[in-house]
């Protein structure tokens, strides 16, 4: 099983997650995206497009992650020169959480491995220090979740250090009955990029397993079935997703149209959205700056000979 979710299940479900990066402009409905357009739609300058790419740390150290080890990552894409051939993305995957708060449901980061984190005050932890690193090195950063109640390092990586720790409820790390509050958490309070959304909590918490008893978590009846496609419950999986990305554009951009008036700390390259008036408020780095008049046409992710004409550096929206 442990194999199987490495090589099938986790790298099936992260495909769900890439529609969710943050970078997300506000959309403009399509009656069928999939409908034929009776023009090319390539590139005429034989630049095709990429998926975002970078470096995700499962692949390399599981759960036994850390800062340093991330960071040392995201040193060797800038050094070795694959950042500037588009490898940008530093992703942290399981294992950085503690626990969710109890008081406040606030998820509380392990300081013990990410001591950047431990910046106290009543949010207690914060990531904001850790992207803005990655930021300054030029790269975005990603995070972890799950759409369930519980991550997948919760059923399979049971003797790891680094799972979350304390009530059932505080163990409860998903996204379910929080997804506004982690969604705004990761991108505005904490400056990332990009999210990977994982479905073993809608999988593997299955009533009166061994899993649930053991562990004391709270059971979900699978909404998705491993092995059994025909037994997954298509329409509830797609609405907790439809429902996170929904809760990604509303944070990413307040409101389709609205004029963006102030400055965001974190998130893409400039020209990702169409409304940004030439007089919205930018931030690079310290600098303050506006958004170039030649970006206010660029829509979504705009194409290689606009975004030349922008800052590259700079972060746009509200």
Same mark, same amino acid.
């Given at each position: 099983m442990?194999?199987?979710? /490495?090589?099938?299940?986790?790298?099936g479900?992260?495909?769900?997650?890439?529609g969710?990066?943050?970078a997300?402009?506000?959309?403009r409905?399509a009656?069928?995206?999939?409908?034929p357009? !009776?023009h090319?739609?390539g590139?005429a300058r034989?630049?095709?497009g990429?998926?975002?790419?970078g470096?995700?740390s499962?692949?390399?150290?599981?759960?036994?992650?850390?800062?340093e080890?991330?960071? !040392?990552a995201a040193r060797?894409l800038?050094?070795?020169?694959? $950042? %500037?051939l588009?490898y940008?993305y530093?992703n942290?995957?399981?294992?950085?959480?503690?626990?969710?708060?109890a008081?406040?449901?606030?998820? /509380?980061?392990?300081?013990?491995?990410?001591?950047?984190? $431990?910046t106290? !005050?009543?949010?207690?932890?914060?990531f904001?220090?850790?992207?803005?690193?990655?930021? =300054?090195?030029g790269l975005k =950063?990603?995070?972890?979740?799950?759409?369930g109640?519980?991550a997948?390092?919760q059923?399979?990586?049971?003797?790891?250090?680094?799972?979350?720790e304390?009530?059932t409820?505080?163990?409860?790390?998903?996204?379910?009955?929080?997804?506004?509050q982690d969604?705004n958490l990761y991108?505005?309070e904490?400056g990332?990029?990009y999210? %990977?959304?994982? =479905?073993c909590g809608?999988?593997?918490?299955?009533?009166?397993?061994?899993?649930?008893?053991?562990?004391?978590?709270r $059971?979900? $009846?699978?909404?998705?079935?491993?092995?059994?496609?025909?037994?997954?419950d298509?329409a509830?999986?797609?609405?907790?997703?439809?429902?996170?990305?929904?809760?990604?554009q509303?944070?990413t951009?307040?409101?389709?149209g609205?004029?963006? =008036?102030?400055?965001?700390?974190?998130g893409p390259a400039? *020209?990702t959205?169409?409304t940004?008036?030439p007089?919205?408020? *930018?931030t690079?780095g310290?600098?303050?700056?506006?958004?170039?008049t030649?970006?206010?046409?660029?829509?979504?992710?705009?194409t290689?000979r606009t975004r030349?004409? *922008?800052?590259p550096?700079?972060r746009?929206g509200?």
């Amino acid at each position: 099983m442990r194999l199987h979710r /490495q090589s099938t299940w986790r790298y099936g479900v992260a495909a769900a997650a890439i529609g969710l990066l943050a970078a997300q402009a506000c959309a403009r409905p399509a009656a069928d995206p999939l409908a034929p357009a !009776g023009h090319w739609e390539g590139s005429a300058r034989a630049g095709a497009g990429t998926p975002p790419m970078g470096w995700n740390s499962w692949n390399a150290f599981r759960t036994e992650v850390d800062e340093e080890k991330v960071i !040392g990552a995201a040193r060797v894409l800038v050094d070795s020169g694959l $950042a %500037k051939l588009g490898y940008t993305y530093v992703n942290l995957d399981d294992g950085w959480w503690r626990q969710r708060r109890a008081a406040d449901g606030r998820l /509380q980061i392990r300081t013990g491995i990410f001591p950047s984190a $431990a910046t106290g !005050g009543p949010d207690g932890t914060s990531f904001r220090p850790f992207t803005d690193r990655l930021h =300054a090195m030029g790269l975005k =950063a990603g995070i972890y979740t799950d759409i369930g109640r519980n991550a997948c390092s919760q059923a399979y990586d049971l003797d790891s250090p680094n799972l979350p720790e304390g009530t059932t409820a505080e163990r409860e790390v998903g996204l379910d009955g929080h997804v506004v509050q982690d969604i705004n958490l990761y991108f505005r309070e904490w400056g990332f990029d990009y999210i %990977k959304i994982d =479905a073993c909590g809608l999988a593997d918490f299955v009533p009166g397993s061994e899993l649930v008893k053991r562990h004391d978590y709270r $059971a979900l $009846a699978p909404l998705i079935e491993r092995g059994a496609i025909n037994r997954t419950d298509i329409a509830a999986v797609r609405g907790r997703y439809e429902a996170a990305a929904a809760a990604l554009q509303a944070r990413t951009w307040a409101t389709c149209g609205a004029p963006a =008036a102030t400055s965001r700390r974190a998130g893409p390259a400039c *020209c990702t959205i169409s409304t940004a008036r030439p007089s919205a408020r *930018c931030t690079r780095g310290p600098a303050t700056g506006t958004i170039p008049t030649s970006c206010t046409s660029a829509t979504g992710r705009s194409t290689p000979r606009t975004r030349s004409k *922008c800052a590259p550096t700079f972060r746009c929206g509200p």
